[in-house]
């Protein structure tokens, strides 16, 4: 099966530096690609890390501040050049559909592109389906409408094998057992246990506020802003960002697995800083959360499924 995996194309927030390209996120999931905020300068980072523009089927945007949204016309016309009839799907806030179809107007590539709003509200939003799994949106809370992502996974089933040779089923028959849920007296339950599907989340441009926990609940690996430091939290509030520590204690309240800090003010040229308070944060939770401070063209796979519960057996 093809890789779950996060490209890391940039890390920047507003404006570059020599060592950080604008924004991008490139999240291959099961033999597709989705690509999150591309800033300018993206399509250049994708050579760099070797991402094929063919594949890339959605780019979605979180709002239409141009360091998450600039970078569209060039990768539109690196797909036409790579893979050319392949159609795309540009997703962002009802409020940046405008802005949005301009900058593939502009592009003028030879590519099939669709622009689809997407309601702000704060309660999820189903934006398409990626692969079998269900792609989210929610409002957060910037100096303009946006919105944060959640792609998930649904749950499957684990089947025990002991169990199941205990209750004589075999071969086909644990197939008509997982779609019928009961088969010669034995219950699907008393052979298999859920198995949680895998999350992803991604939460750019925002204040703290509870939407950022609930976009990534539980999420298997999720990147979240981090504009500023917990030292300059008051610009962070007035310019609508959050500080290292503010992704921290929302990533280790929500029960986050691998948190990725990404977007930084380019008045922190070592980010150290930034990882040591997201962590600290953590600490005080008591969570497991890792910590992983994104630099340009990290790749930072999906944890593997949580391991489901053992079949409980009666005495």
């Not at 969570?287 to 930072?300: E, I, K, N, S």
């Amino acid at each position: 099966m093809s890789p779950r995996e996060l490209v890391v194309l940039g890390t920047a927030g507003q404006a570059p530096t020599r060592t950080r390209n604008h924004n991008g996120y490139l999240l291959r999931w099961d033999g597709t690609s989705v690509l999150f905020d591309p800033g300018e300068g993206i399509q250049r980072q994708m050579l760099h890390a070797e991402v094929s523009a063919p594949r890339i089927e959605r780019i979605c945007v979180t709002h239409r501040h141009n360091d998450h949204c600039l970078g569209i016309p060039g990768v539109l016309n690196r797909m036409a050049q790579d893979g050319p009839g392949r159609p795309v799907t540009l997703h962002g806030p009802v409020d940046a559909f405008e802005h949005l179809r301009a900058l593939a107007v502009v592009a003028a590539a030879h590519v099939a592109v669709t622009v689809e709003g997407v309601p702000t509200l704060d309660e999820p939003v189903d934006v398409a389906e990626v692969a079998g799994c269900r792609l989210t949106a929610q409002a957060l809370d910037h100096r303009v409408p946006t919105i944060g992502y959640r792609l998930a996974e649904p749950a499957g089933r684990s089947f025990d094998a002991d169990a199941l040779a205990a209750a004589g089923i075999s071969g086909r028959d644990v197939g008509e057992l997982a779609r019928r849920g009961e088969l010669r007296g034995v219950r699907l339950g008393d052979v298999s246990v859920q198995r949680p599907g895998q999350v992803f989340a991604f939460v750019m441009d925002t204040r703290l506020c509870p939407a950022v926990e609930e976009v990534v609940r539980d999420a298997d690996l999720a990147v979240l802003e981090c504009t500023y430091a917990d030292r300059d939290a008051d610009l962070a509030l007035s310019r609508g960002h959050l500080t290292a520590r503010q992704a921290g204690l929302a990533a280790a309240r929500a029960g986050v697995r691998t948190l990725v800090l990404a977007h930084f003010s380019q008045r922190y040229p070592d980010l150290e800083e930034l990882g040591l308070e997201a962590r600290a944060a953590i600490a005080e939770v008591g969570a497991g959360t890792t910590v992983h401070v994104a630099r340009d063209l990290d790749v930072v796979a999906v944890p593997p499924r949580r391991h489901p519960a053992p079949v409980s057996r009666a005495s």
